[in-house]
C-alpha cells in the first residue's frame, strides 16, 4: 500500500482523536489495539531526548507490555480519581515510505481531579511511526516528547 502525505495525514488524524478519546474515557483495555504486537511507546522529556537519553517516566516496548501496564493500572495502582481531556493540534507528516509514515501531533491533556480543580497536566508533542496494515493505521512507535521535565505526579494512565 503506498499512501500520499495528504492520505496519511487524514489517516493519522482520525487516528489521534480515537486515540484520545480512548484515553479521555477512560477505555485503558483498548488502548493496545493501537498499537502493532512490536512497538515502542515512551513518555520522556523532550529535552532528555534530545540529549539521546533513552529512558523517561514511562516505557513500553511490545503490546504486551502495554495491557501489563493498564492491568497494573486497574489492579494495584493507588491513585487519586481523576480524568483527562486531550487537546490535539494538526498532523505534520515528516514522511511517507510504503505504508510507513512519520508524523508529529502536538497535544495538550487538562487533568480533572475529583474536587473539580482542573490544570495542564502535560503539554508537547507526539513523534509517531505509523504502519499501516490492510490499510488500518498502527502505531509502530509513539514518542510522547513533554516540553517540562517536571510531571507533578505519578503517570498513571497513558497521555
Not at 502505531?139 to 498513571?156: G, N
Request: charged share 30%; proline share 3%.
Amino acid at each position: 500500500m503506498h499512501l500520499d502525505k495528504t492520505e496519511a495525514r487524514l489517516a493519522i488524524e482520525e487516528l489521534m482523536r480515537e486515540y484520545a478519546a480512548c484515553i479521555d474515557d477512560g477505555r485503558y483495555e483498548e488502548w493496545p489495539a493501537f498499537f502493532t504486537d512490536e512497538c515502542r511507546y515512551l513518555i520522556i522529556p523532550r529535552e532528555s531526548h534530545e540529549r539521546g537519553y533513552v529512558s523517561g517516566f514511562y516505557l513500553c516496548e511490545s503490546k504486551g507490555m502495554l495491557a501489563d501496564r493498564i492491568l497494573c493500572l486497574r489492579e494495584t495502582a493507588i491513585y487519586e480519581p481523576q480524568s483527562y481531556r486531550h487537546l490535539i493540534g494538526g498532523t505534520r507528516v515528516l514522511s511517507v515510505e510504503g505504508s510507513t509514515c512519520r508524523a508529529e501531533t502536538g497535544f495538550a491533556v487538562i487533568r480533572t481531579t475529583s474536587d473539580g480543580e482542573m490544570s495542564v497536566f502535560a503539554a508537547g508533542k507526539y513523534v509517531d511511526t505509523v504502519v499501516f496494515d490492510d490499510g488500518v493505521p498502527r502505531f509502530s512507535e509513539k514518542l510522547v516528547l513533554t516540553d517540562s521535565t517536571r510531571i507533578d505526579v505519578l503517570i498513571a494512565a497513558p497521555l
